[in-house]
């Protein structure tokens, strides 16, 4: 069965600028969690979206937000970009269940400068 | 609060030398234990993980991890290395609410021939 697609692959903007990311998540999962991975800070966790509704949030700044589709689809926003910003960042999709496995998309290079 | 350490950044091993990999977690409940390796420029993959039941769980291409509750840690291990498995290997912890990750900083593997 296909995997998480995350487009685009690479992205570069413009700092004070805004980004949308998008993530497909395996058919039948209905659980899709965003993580920001940096050299310095690691991955860390941003936000995981089951069922269109916000069911856990990590610690960021009110720039990053998301949004889940009917469709299980899920898009991340990054508003006002700053130099920091520039990050692989990841999705992941599963049932939703905790003890069942995460699906890791390849992810979205963005490079802000 | 739950974290993550992983106190090996870098680690090279030749190839054929058995490798283990250590992590530390804390976690006030039952920890949900995963490892996961990401090659460059690729996503997460999953390569085993630890709910309940027996401590040692077996993973795919070869690895293994013991749970030992007493120190609080999930360390990897594989008794044969093989160059394809330069790369670099998280050790996370799941949250009990769903979808969300913990992860530690990661160890890169250099296997030299």
């Known amino acids: 069965k296909a995997g998480v697609t995350q487009t685009p692959r690479y992205l570069i903007k413009t700092r004070g600028q805004q980004v949308t990311l998008s993530c497909s998540p395996i058919s039948g999962h209905r659980s899709v969690s965003w993580y920001q991975q940096t050299p310095g800070q690691g991955l860390q966790f941003l936000f995981e979206?089951?069922?269109?509704?916000?069911?856990n949030k990590g610690n960021f700044p009110g720039r990053f937000s998301g949004r889940q589709f009917s469709n299980s689809r899920s898009e991340m926003n990054v508003s006002t970009l700053e130099l920091g910003d520039s990050a692989l960042y990841l999705c992941?999709?599963?049932?939703?269940?905790?003890?069942?496995?995460?699906?890791f998309g390849q992810g979205t290079r963005l490079t802000v400068v | 609060a739950q974290s993550v350490t992983q106190p090996d950044i870098h680690i090279t091993v030749s190839e054929g030398a058995s490798l283990e990999l250590r992590c530390n977690y804390s976690y006030g409940a039952t920890p949900y234990l995963f490892w996961y390796v990401q090659s460059p420029g690729q996503g997460l993959q999953l390569l085993l993980k630890?709910?309940?039941?027996?401590?040692l769980v077996q993973g795919i291409k070869g690895f293994e991890a013991e749970f030992k509750r007493s120190q609080s840690s999930f360390n990897l291990r594989k008794p044969s290395v093989h160059w394809s498995d330069a790369a670099e290997y998280f050790c996370a912890v799941g949250s009990n609410t769903g979808n969300q990750f913990y992860f530690g900083t990661g160890t890169s593997l250099t296997v030299i021939p």
């Open positions: 992941a999709s599963s049932i939703g269940h905790v003890d069942t496995e995460a699906f």
């Open positions: 630890y709910f309940s039941g027996d401590t």
């Open positions: 979206y089951f069922s269109e509704t916000q069911r």
